[in-house]
């Protein structure tokens, strides 16, 4: 069975900090790029970082740069994001993809498997 489990989503005040976890299981995973997506209602998916199947070279989106920090793990088959210095423009619905490819794919058509999502929802 084909799975992407998300946690470590939850409530938290401004200049907080969470760390969000992502299982994946049934699906090829150390030959492929990972990444966190973020969406709110009404807007588009965005894209907020981004890893490869190497862990080499990681992408962040302009407004989480300095704050999180996309990591995986290939043996245990999980990817993380650590989010620090949380703003309430952050909250959000928080999804783990698994990219088609090797590298991290730069849009969400690049990604083949999606999880559920966790809700993360920061406090002013």
């Known amino acids: 069975q084909v799975q992407l489990v998300e946690s470590g989503g939850g409530l938290v005040q401004a200049g907080g900090s969470l760390r969000l976890s992502c299982a994946a299981s049934g699906i090829a995973f150390s030959s492929r790029g990972m990444a966190w997506f973020r969406q709110t209602p009404g807007k588009d998916r965005e894209r907020v970082a981004a890893?490869?199947?190497?862990?080499?070279?990681?992408y962040y989106a302009d407004s989480v740069k300095g704050r999180f920090t996309i990591s995986r793990d290939n043996a245990k088959n999980m990817v993380y994001l650590q989010m620090n210095s949380l703003k309430p423009e952050d909250t959000a619905v928080y999804y783990c993809?698994?990219?088609?490819?090797?590298?991290?794919?730069?849009?969400?058509?690049?990604?083949?498997?999606w999880g559920q999502g966790t809700q993360v929802t920061v406090s002013s």
């Open positions: 993809a698994r990219s088609a490819i090797a590298a991290a794919g730069r849009v969400s058509s690049d990604y083949d498997y």
């Open positions: 890893i490869p199947w190497s862990g080499g070279i990681t």
